[in-house]
């Protein structure tokens, strides 16, 4: 596979190896594929905990537990009200 790679990168990819930290383009491009696939792996596990969260949300509505949405942001509101008149 051939790989065209755009200046700003390969100037990127000389200042990585100039470093030291890196002897060569592969190694710099292997790090940068192992972040890439680790950032992958982190994102599809918060989907999947999201997805939980909003399933355990929805659970909880049905069952009547949830809070109206004006009575959420009263509470916000009360809370960095409370928070300013501290810092006065």
Do not use: S
């Given at each position: 596979m051939h790989i065209q790679i755009k200046k700003e990168h390969e100037k990127f990819i000389q200042a990585q190896i100039a470093?030291?930290?890196?002897?060569?383009?592969?190694?710099?491009?292997d790090i940068a594929f192992q972040l890439l696939e680790k950032l992958n792996v982190?994102?599809?596990q918060w989907i999947e905990e999201t997805?939980?969260?909003?399933?355990?949300?929805?659970?909880?509505?049905?069952?009547?537990?949830?809070?109206?949405?004006?009575?959420?942001?009263?509470?916000?509101l009360e809370r960095f009200q409370k928070a300013r008149e501290r810092q006065e």
């Amino acid at each position: 596979m051939h790989i065209q790679i755009k200046k700003e990168h390969e100037k990127f990819i000389q200042a990585q190896i100039a470093t030291g930290r890196y002897n060569n383009p592969e190694e710099v491009a292997d790090i940068a594929f192992q972040l890439l696939e680790k950032l992958n792996v982190e994102y599809a596990q918060w989907i999947e905990e999201t997805r939980e969260k909003v399933d355990v949300a929805i659970a909880e509505l049905e069952r009547g537990e949830g809070l109206d949405g004006e009575t959420v942001v009263n509470q916000i509101l009360e809370r960095f009200q409370k928070a300013r008149e501290r810092q006065e």
